[in-house]
């Protein structure tokens, strides 16, 4: 039986042996709640606080600066939602995103339009790229927030984001960047970057699903979205993910002791396929621009549908994927893909390979023989 070669870790990261082991015991006998008085509860609190502490050192920022959150999407909402909210009450009420976020922020600005609140969408690039020029001529004295991504989940390309940061900081307007894809796989640096919001989910580089944070800057206090107890500081009510948090905060030590190393790597690998695949297939190019993500290609092979792709992929063991995987069964082509000037037919005959810490020089191999090979029959309408 061949080997699955897994080529999505841009949608999803396989949990690592390190967060693995760290959640072991709070998946078993230690199950108090961390806001209990006794014994278990006790040890549960200080398991939080250790990991609160231990991403916060990762991030560059204070242990006091980090929410923990049940994922991504819940940490862009929040970021969004709550500043917006808490912006509104000086009057300033408009938005600036970009055209190519993820829907967790454009959905998030989207719904605040009802209630008062402006949205600017910047346009990018057609390699995928946002300046910050662009950004500050969209400013305004009413403008409350501005959420660009660190790095695109589809194209993987990585924004200027101290430059960004730089353009709010002078014009007095708060900055939150949605880092899900970045995290564990880019250095990051909160303070010095002058980043004042972050969203982070903790299955992008190894940790568990349903576990995110949110860097909020000390001072600023977005309106809560979930009301009840008084954890995360009395900011969002329910109990603690213990097992999440702690195999979260283990995975996010472990990709940022080796990240330059594993970012080299992963690099070479990812050159290797795309030079591969680019020099067998005609009618083969790459979407976005060359500074990204390490593992990142999103490929354009004109001519054929992208999902019809992935079919026979998926048939010879091989997971790769058509966008983001939280938009998986529309029938819509890529925002992104749109956003930096694709067509409708080309974004949907482009594929997205994300390459990750356990893909081996013998993966790329079978990569370049099985696409190309499936590429040909489907442009000779072959059955496979």
């Not at 082991?21 to 230690?30: T, V």
């Not at 940490?75 to 829907?103: C, P, R, Y």
């Not at 067509?343 to 994300?354: C, G, H, I, K």
Request: glycine share 10%; net charge neutral.
């Amino acid at each position: 039986m061949q080997k699955l070669v897994y080529a999505d870790n841009a949608a999803t990261t396989p949990l690592s042996a390190a967060a693995r082991k760290a959640m072991l015991p709070w998946l078993e006998n230690a199950f108090g709640n961390p806001s209990a008085l006794y014994a278990p509860g006790h040890a549960a609190r200080k398991a939080v606080e250790q990991a609160r502490d231990a991403i916060a050192d990762c991030l560059g920022c204070s242990s006091e600066e980090i929410y923990f959150t049940s994922c991504g999407t819940e940490s862009d909402n929040w970021a969004v939602k709550g500043m917006a909210l808490q912006q509104a009450k000086i009057g300033k009420k408009h938005l600036v995103t970009s055209a190519f976020e993820h829907h967790a922020v454009l959905h998030a600005c989207k719904a605040l339009e009802p209630y008062g609140f402006s949205v600017t969408c910047l346009p990018v690039s057609t390699t995928g790229f946002i300046t910050p020029e662009a950004l500050e001529a969209a400013l305004t004295p009413d403008t409350a927030l501005v959420s660009i991504m660190t790095a695109n989940n589809e194209l993987g390309t990585v924004q200027p984001v101290s430059e960004l940061a730089a353009v709010c900081r002078k014009h007095g307007v708060l900055f939150h960047t949605d880092a899900v894809q970045a995290v564990g796989h880019l250095p990051l640096s909160v303070h010095r970057q002058g980043i004042d919001l972050l969203s982070l989910s903790a299955h992008k580089f190894g940790g568990p699903k349903g576990t995110g944070v949110l860097y909020v800057r000390r001072g600023l206090h977005p309106v809560p979205l979930l009301d009840g107890g008084a954890q995360e500081q009395g900011s969002r009510g329910g109990t603690e993910n213990v097992a999440g948090i702690v195999g979260m905060a283990a995975a996010l030590q472990e990709r940022t002791a080796s990240l330059q190393a594993d970012a080299a790597r992963i690099r070479t690998l990812r050159d290797r396929l795309e030079a591969g695949l680019c020099s067998a297939i005609p009618d083969c190019r790459r979407n976005g621009g060359a500074e990204r993500l390490p593992g990142h290609l999103n490929l354009l092979f004109k001519g054929i549908e992208g999902e019809s792709l992935l079919l026979l992929l998926d048939r010879e063991g091989i997971c790769a994927s058509s966008g983001s995987a939280c938009t998986a069964g529309s029938t819509d082509p890529s925002h992104v893909l749109l956003a930096i000037g694709l067509t409708r037919e080309q974004a949907r005959s482009s594929v997205r390979f994300s390459l990750g810490v356990e893909t081996t020089d013998a993966d790329v191999e079978r990569m370049l023989q099985v696409v190309t090979d499936a590429v040909k029959r489907l442009r000779n309408f072959q059955p496979f």
